[in-house]
């Protein structure tokens, strides 16, 4: 198994430009959920999923948009880039049933100029 | 509002010292607790916590749960070089959503 694999590691944006971030697991995971990390702020939810067609927002949604049209796959999309976005951003999965061990990506640092 | 708190922010400890994290939390519909270890990559997981009192161990490390407290210690005994790294703590409540502390950034000095 793969695991938890996020597409690309790095990335250069101007400010206005949009972009999605890939996650993809092969666990048969349920649960899906995307992070950022800022220093100083941990970890926050930005977006997650509880199974193919069900989304919801977390803690900081504004500036992205996700969907989940299959189980493995989770994009997260950047509508326009602002700085204020610059951060890394993981993907997590887990079982959404019995475990709720999450299991993370490698992660995508992400500058907006 | 889910909130996290952990501490200490930062430690500086030298090889072989007992350190002891602390996480407390306010969490709507508490189903578990886990700790994640972070050095300069993605969180990998250390432990989930679901019953107070009740210790969970691997190797050097240990942790234990507090219902009653709203709390959790993440205990490391004769620590290495190697330890060191951000240590997040993150209850699951509603819909299995997590909320991560800040973490407690370790440092240990051979």
């Known amino acids: 198994n793969a695991g938890v694999t996020q597409t690309p590691k790095f990335q250069v944006l101007k400010t206005g430009q949009s972009m999605t971030l890939q996650c993809a697991q092969d666990?048969?995971?349920?649960?899906m959920s995307w992070y950022r990390q800022d220093p100083g702020m941990g970890l926050r939810l930005i977006h997650y999923?509880?199974?193919?067609?069900?989304?919801d927002q977390g803690e900081v949604p504004n500036g992205y948009n996700v969907s989940r049209s299959t189980t493995e796959d989770f994009p997260l999309r950047l509508l326009s880039a602002a700085p204020s976005q610059t951060s890394v951003y993981f993907c997590?999965?887990?079982?959404?049933?019995?475990?709720?061990?999450?299991?993370f990506g490698p992660g995508t640092r992400l500058t907006v100029l | 509002e889910d909130k996290v708190v952990q501490s200490p922010l930062s430690l500086v400890v030298h090889e072989g010292d007992t350190v002891t994290l602390n996480c407390s939390y306010e969490?709507?519909?508490?189903?578990?607790l886990l700790w994640y270890k972070q050095e300069k990559k993605a969180p990998t997981f250390l432990f989930m916590l679901?019953?107070?009192?009740i210790e969970k161990k691997s190797g050097r490390l240990s942790s234990i749960l507090d219902k009653k407290e709203l709390s959790s210690i993440l205990n490391i005994t004769a620590t290495q070089t190697g330890d060191s790294a951000i240590y997040l703590c993150?209850?699951?409540?509603?819909?299995?959503?997590?909320?991560f502390g800040k973490g407690t950034l370790l440092t240990v000095n051979p």
């Open positions: 997590a999965s887990s079982r959404a049933t019995g475990a709720d061990t999450q299991y």
């Open positions: 666990m048969n995971h349920e649960y």
């Open positions: 999923s509880v199974g193919a067609g069900i989304t």
């Open positions: 969490v709507t519909n508490f189903r578990s």
């Open positions: 679901t019953s107070s009192g």
């Open positions: 993150a209850p699951v409540g509603s819909n299995y959503k997590l909320t």
